[in-house]
């Protein structure tokens, strides 16, 4: 296993797991092959691990392709953020914009990200980003220096811009995937998702990825899972992977669903103590 210190994540996001990541170090297995994010986001755990084979994937488009322009064309982007300040007016004049270039879309999307409300993505039906801004008004926008150490990182990586089902075909036996659905906020029964793409999460992605999941533990593809502890998603996942709950400061694990009301779960097919003692 490849665990060494990298950065903080370079953009904001909801439902990230910048604050949790150094409960999922302990939860990690003891080694792996490729590390895999089909759900990338923040990619936060990323950033801290800094693997040294990576494949980083998500279905919106913009967020992958700001990681590529990262990648790729690091000191255009850095030199062309270092030139936008913070400014209501300038916000809405960026989410009216459409760039057409891919390190506009890039440059676009970093700038509407640091100021909007939250760091939630969210787009209309037409397709169009609508979230406004936020009560940050930052006087330094971006540490040039985290996005060169975050771009080096990315050299690692392969980016993919894809459906999870998809890109979870790639795995083969030995590598890891961090698997990490957008939670239920403020919807209806608890199922509906906040719209961070065109399309929901719904329940019937929980029950695409709950057999997905059987069947990559069956190609002895190690995993980790973040949920919302909430039963009606719960059932969507195979009954054999450990859940380890997180419940205010405390981590606890258990094969079964716990009495007491709680957060988030981790959900993983191998046991970290067992990796520990292995190790």
Sequence with gaps: MEKREGVKPVLRWAGGKRRLVHRLVKLLPREWNTYVEPMAGGAALFFYLGPRRALLADINPDLINFYRILKSDTSHLVSRLASLHASRALYYKMRDKKPKSKLGRAVRFAYLNRLCWNGLHRVNRGGSFNVPIGDRRPKKLWDPQALYQAAELLQNAELLNADFETTLQCLKGGDFAFIDPPYPRGSQGG??????????F??????RLGKALRELSRRDVLLMITLSASSRILKHYPAFLTRHYLNGKSLMSA???S?????????????????????
């Design 191 to 200: 199922t509906g998702f906040n719209k961070f793409h065109e399309d929901f």
């Design 259 to 279: 009495r007491r009301t709680v957060r988030e779960v981790i959900l993983t097919n191998y046991d970290p103590d067992d990796q520990k003692a292995a190790s």
């Design 255 to 257: 094969q079964r669903e």
């Design 202 to 207: 719904a329940a019937e992605d929980h029950k």
